[in-house]
């Protein structure tokens, strides 16, 4: 498994023939300079944890351009099938979506979930979820974007039915978990084997680097990559 960070909450999951976009929010994204068409290369899929904007991001102009299917919760393919999305595959907690190469199943996250609408009204895109795909072609790889969310106690849950081996976990504080109670739930509620930690950096009310958080999750393997890097898995 292939896994590219782009900044905030934005990754590049590669497994057999599958190139999963998770929350591509590439464009308007300080921290990424790249291009969303080198970004999005070859994608087959993009998947979303929940409906703002800093996670919907170019979802639709990558759809568009790829053909990728989107997975997302009901009202948030709706959303976008309204914008142009033509290729889409609702969801949602607790239901699995089978596909060629890899397995996706949407999970709790203690977080919101809206577009602000011309005239400044939010409108509602559902509930917010983290997301696990489990590979097909790389064995016991199984991999939960924690999405933006709080710890909880059902992450044990999370846990026990899914097994995940690695954990992308959102650590800036102010909207999710601060580096303490992210290391906490990475502790308490997993035996990861890899940790990437996400949502910081990106904006000032939120943690400008990981450090805090690898200080927190000291003997844990956490990996801080580089954007636009790929890592393996």
């Given amino acids: 498994m292939k896994v590219t960070w782009f900044g905030h ?3 590049r999951v590669e497994t057999g023939n599958a190139v999963i976009m ?3 929010f590439l464009s308007g994204n300080p ?3 790249g291009s969303v068409e080198d970004a ?6 993009v998947v979303l944890t929940h409906g703002h904007s800093d996670h919907i991001g170019d979802t639709v ?6 053909g990728a299917v989107l997975i997302a919760n009901f009202e948030i393919c709706m959303y976008l099938a309204a914008k142009g999305v033509e290729n889409f595959s609702p969801g949602n907690h607790g239901g699995t979506q089978s596909f060629d190469d890899f397995d996706v199943s949407f999970v709790q996250a203690w977080h919101s979930s809206s577009e602000i609408e011309d005239g400044g009204r939010p409108l509602y895109l559902g509930n917010p979820a983290g997301v696990v795909v489990a590979s097909k072609v790389e064995q016991g790889k199984v991999l939960y974007h924690m999405g ?4 909880f106690s059902d992450m044990g849950l999370i846990n026990e039915i899914y097994g995940p081996t690695v954990g992308i976990v959102p650590i800036g504080d102010r909207f999710t978990m601060g580096a303490k109670l992210a290391a906490m739930a990475c502790r308490k509620f997993f035996g990861f084997d890899t940790i990437i930690p996400c949502h910081y950096g990106t904006f000032p009310i939120i943690d400008q680097t990981a450090d805090k958080f690898v200080a927190e999750a000291a003997g844990l393997n956490v990996v801080v990559p580089d954007r636009g890097i790929a890592v393996d898995l």
């Fill in 61 to 66: 102009d990558i759809c568009k351009a790829t």
């Fill in 22 to 24: 998770i929350d591509p």
């Fill in 40 to 45: 999005s290369n070859g994608a087959t899929h």
């Fill in 148 to 151: 933006d969310t709080d710890i």
């Fill in 31 to 33: 921290t990424w300079d």
């Fill in 9 to 11: 909450s934005a990754f």
